[in-house]
């Protein structure tokens, strides 16, 4: 069985332009190589918006990313992202985006139109996924992943559900394609229920309490908007759910290569950052199409 390394959580919350209040619960900075692929995790709400009451967009304007990949998923409202490959989308309840920053894109993710006009409940995440360094480089792309494309299957002894969004789990595949093997599993565990899940040895482990309370490893609790890191030798662990809860699974193998963040690009030096600096700034990120009314 896994034993469990550590938890983390942030308390204090900071809003992410003027749409997105987050957590930010791991970064580059803190947890890279412990809970490599990923290098990153906002976690978004939950809250409550009311309706926007002037035609001001809620949310980020136009910034770069190169060298991984952002992945969003929202458990409820809508978000709408436009980047300079072209690629873009809206996302809704259960949908999630799956975007390679690659060589570079600069893109935008505001609030959706529907959100903004009638208002409503947001929560979601924003997960940033490493790139080998082979692929750092790799063209840009998006996938809007649609709620409809992630299978759901059903837990042992009915205790709830996983929709697969990548890898697989119990022989469903996940829609997302990703350039390294990752499991990403969204689960909803019903009150008082014990499952044991099964993920290969080697790869990273973590679990992150979207809502409700869990209980990991040797019986430690996992409380709401936690992460958990197990460790990554054994192949199987546990989650007890003591409420009904929501939980991620984070899993993947992990790239064990140099990681050299700053802001918004992750690369494996620091040369290879002042070099990401010195691109965008020179325009070869791409830029964002005006959109028809604005100035
Ligand atoms: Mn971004």
Same mark, same amino acid.
């Given at each position: ?203 990273? =482990?973590?679990?992150?309490? &979207?809502?409700?309370?869990? #209980? %990991? $490893?040797?019986?430690? /609790?996992? !409380?709401?908007? *936690? ?43 620091? =040369?290879?950052?002042?070099? &990401?600096?010195?691109?965008? #700034? %020179? $325009?070869?990120?791409? /830029?964002? !199409?005006?959109? *028809?009314?604005?100035?």
């Amino acid at each position: 069985m896994k034993k469990l390394l550590l938890t983390q959580r942030a308390d204090t919350p900071h809003l992410v332009g003027n749409g997105f209040p987050v957590r930010s619960i791991f970064t580059y900075n803190d947890l890279a190589n412990t809970i490599s692929p990923f290098l990153l995790m906002d976690y978004i709400g939950p809250t409550e918006f009311s309706p926007s009451k002037s035609s001001e967009r809620r949310g980020v304007g136009e910034h770069p990313h190169r060298g991984f990949e952002t992945v969003t998923i929202m458990f409820s409202g809508e978000v709408e992202h436009r980047d300079s490959s072209g690629g873009g989308g809206i996302i809704r309840s259960g949908d999630v985006q799956w975007m390679t920053a690659g060589s570079g894109v600069v893109h935008e993710e505001f609030h959706g139109k529907e959100i903004s006009e009638k208002g409503g409940a947001f929560h979601g995440l924003q997960l940033w996924v490493n790139l080998p360094a082979k692929d750092k480089m790799t063209k840009p792309k998006y996938q809007g992943i649609k709620k409809e494309s992630i299978p759901v299957v059903e837990l042992p002894n009915d205790a709830g559900t996983v929709r697969v969004i990548a890898g697989s789990y119990l022989g469903a595949q996940g829609p997302a394609s990703t350039f390294t093997p990752i499991n990403l599993w969204d689960i909803t565990l019903k009150a008082e229920k014990l499952v044991e899940f099964k993920v290969p040895a080697g790869h990273t =482990a973590a679990v992150f309490v &979207a809502s409700g309370s869990v #209980e %990991a $490893g040797e019986g430690k /609790v996992i !409380e709401d908007a *936690e992460l958990a890191v197990l460790s990554r030798d054994k192949e199987t662990f546990t989650l007890k759910a003591r409420q009904a809860a929501k939980v991620l699974f984070l899993g993947g193998e992990v790239i064990n290569e140099p990681i050299f963040g700053y802001g918004p690009f992750v690369m494996n030096s620091g =040369a290879e950052i002042a070099q &990401a600096m010195k691109d965008y #700034e %020179a $325009g070869k990120m791409g /830029v964002l !199409e005006r959109l *028809e009314g604005s100035d």
